[in-house]
């Protein structure tokens, strides 16, 4: 009996060392090509009420689409351009969240959004464009796929022009990945966790915005070394 239960409790920790593994990386997107009706109609409701005044360019941006009744948002870290080419850029951290389900409405119309913007400062920025390219850079198709009922997926993106005020952008790109309900002391867990709190700071009083502030630094940090640290164990 006791050998049995020896078997079941390793055969746990197994199974859990596979899904951190899994987790350590986000998966590619699907096409739209090949994309079923559902999927390509619930995609289409959600760029015309969550996207729909969304900027094209973006240094990072997590879109949230949870299972059942509670409603999806998006969060996005926004570079704007000065009036002048060589005047210094402005960012932003924008929300959008749907105040009801999008998938239960009957129509995109119907559904009431909440929006909000708050100023954030340029290292904290372009730190974050440098977090989402190098999570989104790893981006690969699991080896054992993860699959459930409930849960939430997550969407990231970033789109970084090749040219920014008449010069090449050494950090350009257009890249995009997604995961499915990440541990939260995984790599792709612990992304997911920065994007929440740049929704809490987009949506907090400007009384309460530094203290997410330091938030954010502190998690983007501890995702880093443990970037760091898988890039000098991996063969």
């Known amino acids: 009996m006791i050998a049995r239960f020896a078997v079941v409790i390793l055969a746990s920790q ?4 596979l899904c951190a593994s899994a987790q350590s990386h986000l998966e590619p997107e699907n096409g739209i090509l090949n994309a079923t009706d559902s999927t390509w109609n619930s995609s289409k409701r959600i760029r015309e009420v969550l996207l729909k005044e969304a900027t094209y360019y973006h240094l990072a941006r997590m879109v ?11 969060v996005t870290v926004v570079r704007q351009d000065g009036e002048e080419l060589d005047a ?3 960012y932003f951290v ?13 129509g995109a119309q119907d559904v009431q959004v909440k929006r909000s913007r ?11 464009n440098k977090t989402w390219r190098r999570m989104l850079r790893s981006t690969r198709y699991p080896k054992d796929p ?23 952008d050494p950090l350009a790109g257009w890249e995009q990945g997604k995961i499915w309900t990440p541990d939260e002391d995984s790599l792709c867990g612990e992304l997911v966790a920065i994007g929440e709190e740049l929704k809490r700071y987009a949506v907090a009083l400007p009384a309460d915005r530094d203290r997410i502030h330091d938030r954010i630094r502190a998690k983007e940090h501890q995702l880093k070394a443990k970037l760091n640290r898988e890039s000098k164990t991996a063969p």
Request: proline letters at 8%; one cysteine or more.
């Open 64 to 74: 949230c689409l949870p299972s059942f009744d509670e409603p999806e948002w998006v």
């Open 14 to 17: 197994w199974i859990a060392c």
């Open 146 to 168: 993860r699959l459930g009922a409930d849960g939430v997926n997550y969407h990231f993106s970033r789109f970084v022009p090749l040219i920014d005020r008449g010069r090449n």
């Open 94 to 106: 924008e929300y959008v969240g749907a105040e009801t389900k999008l998938f239960l409405a009957k």
């Open 88 to 90: 210094p850029h402005t």
């Open 118 to 128: 708050a100023p954030l400062d340029r290292s904290t920025a372009e730190s974050l």
